[in-house]
């Protein structure tokens, strides 16, 4: 079958330029949506997994889906601290924090809107165990004091967080000596502090959960098997990347399914958009399609020229939209998570999956949009066409 040339069909597209770009345009503010909530979704899993090291076990009481849920008794963590396959540093100490987790409501800076924040308590070993955290400002907090180190998130966005301001929270007055940068992950969204001063200060006998390196990354079964085993922990550990992304899988699955529901809702304008636009194409150039046929082109050849024609203009508007999509990367936004019901700051992340994802569904609207018109041109009668010619 003699197919119509590729310059043929944008030409036509050219033509009609002013149909063209708004029908594109309603199509690109389709994609645009598809696209930014797929990037948030993305966005919220990356950075929460980015908060785990592949060496790491976090042990929490068994059944309890996050850190505030969790309680464990400092019996139990002497006996998970005397594990075999636990690593050490150069001090000989086991490579081992154990950390009380709170939930804190401060006001927001701008509009004072209170929100959920999560309080950690820690030591300079739980610093040690998460090597994506470093100091951007000032100093770390003292053990056996009131300081405190903010998140970047939490600093940049909350009444009294930042570096030499105070916070009022478990009864007494926190000073805020250093800003930590977490290389995006879920720690720029967490206040940190000496653990037992956390413990006194909120009132807890037990902490929420413990971090661990183990020496052998590969020994992670056997340290499972040995905490499931023994009657007294009623524990339970995972690998942490395997525990922060399990933290995101709530939200990111929410956000995922009500945008691609809203996308789904506005595609259906954009794809009775597209078919308008297609039909008046059809109906301005019946004598042309009767010279085509004519010439020897044959019905399917129409029908793959106007359907072409309608794929390309639904992808432009995809270019388009993926493009302004793109730009929401350098937007920093937050929400609360699921999970833990605390604040969690992320950016929008576009990986090439996105783009290939975001401009197939382009072409999916294109081709919904462009097959009725397209088969309507095809069935057109050659005598029928040259006569109205």
Do not use: H
Request: aromatic share 6%; glycine share 10%.
């Amino acid at each position: 079958m003699k197919a119509l040339p590729l310059s043929y069909i944008a030409r036509n597209l050219w033509v009609r330029r002013v149909t063209t770009v708004l029908t594109a345009l309603g199509m690109a503010l389709v994609v645009y949506v598809f696209a930014t909530v797929l990037m948030m979704s993305e966005g919220i899993r990356a950075t929460l997994v980015a908060t785990g090291q592949p060496d790491n076990v976090v042990v929490l009481r068994k059944g309890a889906g996050a850190e505030i849920n969790s309680a464990i008794a400092r019996t139990q963590a002497a006996v998970v601290e005397s594990l075999p396959g636990i690593a050490t540093d150069a001090l000989g100490r086991s490579l081992v924090s154990k950390e009380p987790v709170a939930l804190i409501n401060l006001p927001k800076r701008g509009s004072g809107k209170p929100s959920n924040v999560t309080v950690r308590g820690t030591s300079d070993l739980g610093l040690t165990l998460r090597p994506q955290v470093r100091l951007a400002e000032g100093r770390m907090f003292r053990p056996g004091t009131s300081e405190i180190v903010t998140g970047r998130a939490i600093a940049d966005g909350f009444v009294g967080a930042g570096r030499g301001e105070t916070l009022r929270f478990g009864g007494r007055d926190w000073t805020v000596v250093g800003v930590l940068d977490a290389g995006r992950s879920g720690f720029d969204s967490e206040i940190w502090g000496d653990s037992e001063q956390m413990m006194q200060a909120f009132r807890r006998r037990d902490f929420s959960s413990m971090v661990v390196r183990l020496a052998d990354a590969g020994d992670f079964e056997r340290t499972r098997a040995a905490i499931d085993s023994d009657p007294r922990l009623l524990l339970e550990a995972k690998p942490e990347i395997r525990f922060y992304a399990e933290q995101s899988e709530a939200l990111a699955t929410f956000i995922s399914i009500l945008g691609t529901a809203l996308s789904v809702i506005f595609s259906i304008g954009a794809i009775v958009g597209a078919m308008i636009t297609m039909f008046a194409a059809v109906a301005q150039r019946v004598g042309e399609i009767g010279t085509l046929r004519a010439l020897g082109f044959r019905r399917g050849a129409v029908l793959v020229a106007f359907l072409a024609e309608a794929m390309l203009l639904a992808l432009v508007g995809g270019c388009v939209g993926l493009a302004a999509a793109s730009l929401m990367q350098t937007v920093n936004i937050s929400t609360t998570n699921f999970q833990t019901f605390s604040e969690l700051a992320f950016r929008f992340t576009l990986t090439p999956g996105i783009a290939v994802e975001t401009l197939l569904f382009a072409l999916l609207m294109g081709l919904l949009g462009g097959f009725i018109p397209a088969w309507r041109a095809a069935r057109l009668s050659i005598v029928d066409c040259l006569r109205e010619a």
